[in-house]
């Protein structure tokens, strides 16, 4: 019963090509995010969105572009992928409602996704 | 502004040795404080977690207590498994998530 879910596990691309995350929550969370964590481990937030709307926009450059379809939803699409772009992403979400109450903004991680960009 | 700053790993010790990692805050009024574990392969999972000034969070044999005079929320653990072998992330909520810069712990047998 999986409760943040990414797609895919693994990405190995190209430089300059165009790709797409995908993140699902099924918690019933009104917030999501997405973070980076390089290859020393250190995380760094991206985005965050709060009923679809942008909360949270860090220094990003701006290939890349969060979408929020619904609560449930936040996708993470990268135009013109660079080699400094491989990383392992992670989607996470919290909220006080839905079936996992996060109390003061615990945040649900989901698995990561592998992105090596070639 | 607000940042976590937390020991500088790697960390290794024999099993059933004592566990400390510091953490320290900056923060503007009273943050949550966190610690989180990523185990190898994996997303990150919440350990802990205080919510006021001499609070403790404990779980899994871990503790840590929120030090609002010292700004600390060190984390503990008396007697360390090869389970335990992952990295942990020290973090505070204050309107937003800042993380420390996570310490790798390797327990060898």
């Avoid at chain 1, 013109?80 to 979400?93: I, K, P």
């Amino acid at each position: 019963d999986t409760a943040v879910s990414q797609t895919p596990k693994y990405l190995v691309t190209q430089m300059g090509n165009d790709k797409s995350i995908k993140c699902e929550q099924n918690l019933g969370h009104d917030t999501m995010y997405w973070y980076k964590q390089d290859s020393k481990k250190f995380l760094k937030i991206m985005f965050s969105y709060n009923n679809k709307e942008l909360i949270i926009n860090e220094t990003v450059p701006n290939r890349f572009s969060p979408k929020s379809p619904d609560k449930a939803h936040l996708n993470l699409h990268i135009n013109s992928l660079e080699l400094g772009d491989s990383a392992v992403y992670f989607c996470a979400s919290s909220g006080t409602s839905g079936r996992a109450r996060s109390s003061y903004n615990e945040q649900f991680f989901g698995p990561g996704t592998r992105l090596t960009v070639l | 502004g607000d940042s976590v700053t937390q020991m500088e790993g790697p960390v290794t010790l024999s099993e059933e040795a004592f566990l400390t990692i510091n953490c320290t805050y900056t923060a503007t009024g009273y943050p949550s404080l966190f610690w989180y574990v990523q185990y190898p392969g994996e997303g990150l999972q919440l350990l802990l977690k205080a919510t006021k000034a001499d609070d403790k969070g404990s779980n899994k044999g871990f503790e840590a207590t929120y030090r609002k005079e010292t700004t600390s929320f060190h984390l503990e653990k008396g007697s360390v498994q090869v389970s335990d072998s992952a990295v942990y992330f020290c973090a505070r909520w204050n309107n937003d998530m800042r993380f420390g810069a996570g310490t790798r712990l390797t327990v060898k047998p």
